[in-house]
């Protein structure tokens, strides 16, 4: 199908089966519930057309394909991060604030972050978010193209904590104990001579499981200060 958005005059607003008419919030709505549920293999035309209660064709009225539908369930995640956030003040509080939003947006979609997080909407929750973080950097002092470049590099750290954290998150429990268990155990177990390094420090290695999120959100806000300062 083509790319771009399905043109207004071909979402005919017919009831499905079970009498409920069709919107693409509602579309989104349900997508969003099944992937919550099932993981990204839900998002068939086929499966959201039996959630729904009406034939498959029916979504291709609302969005070009699944693809389509994916960009619009992220645009649908940075809504809700950004709903109400107008920072003003300190421009590195905003940044803090916003990361926050952004990350936990995404921790409430862990199954669906990886595959959302690294994409484009071209929508428009997604252009007001953009907008807010390069009017941020713009604040604190950059030139155009730095604003830009600096934005770009904290979306993508914020990003990629979320989708990372998100996809472990997502992991079946006894997959994501194993894995949190091995700094414990199999690290604890490695030989010294072998691994002098993680000997040295094998008392803080559990430290590993934990998110490095907010460390390494200081540490990118910390450095944008004193850029910000030359």
Avoid: N
């Avoid at 607003?13 to 549920?37: N, Q």
């Avoid at 034939?55 to 619009?72: E, I, V």
């Avoid at 947006?105 to 929750?125: C, D, E, F, N, W």
Wanted: charged share 25%; proline share 4%.
């Amino acid at each position: 199908m083509a790319a771009g958005r399905v043109p207004v005059e071909r979402r005919r607003r017919r009831p499905t089966k079970a009498g409920t008419v069709l919107t693409e919030e509602l579309i989104v709505d349900c997508a969003l519930r099944l992937a919550g549920e099932h993981g990204a293999e839900a998002l068939s035309v086929r499966r959201l057309g039996a959630a729904l209660g009406c034939d498959p064709s029916a979504l291709y009225r609302y969005f070009h394909d699944t693809d389509d539908l994916l960009l619009a369930l992220a645009d649908r995640i940075i809504g809700e991060t950004m709903d109400g956030f107008a920072p003003e003040g300190d421009w590195l509080a905003g940044l803090r604030e916003m990361a926050h939003r952004v990350y936990g947006g995404y921790s409430r979609h862990p199954k669906i972050a990886a595959l959302a997080a690294y994409r484009v909407t071209r929508r428009p929750h997604e252009f007001r978010a953009v907008e807010i973080g390069i009017g941020l950097m713009l604040r604190g002092g950059f030139d155009q193209a730095a604003a830009v470049r600096h934005y770009a590099a904290f979306i993508d750290t914020v990003l990629g904590h979320a989708a990372l954290d998100a996809a472990h998150a997502a992991l079946a429990p006894e997959r994501r104990g194993a894995d949190t268990r091995a700094w414990a155990e199999a690290y604890q177990a490695l030989p010294a001579d072998t691994y002098p390094q993680l000997a040295q420090v094998r008392g803080e290695l559990p430290l590993m499981a934990v998110s490095s999120f907010e460390t390494a959100l200081e540490l990118f806000l910390s450095a944008l200060e004193v850029r910000a300062g030359r």
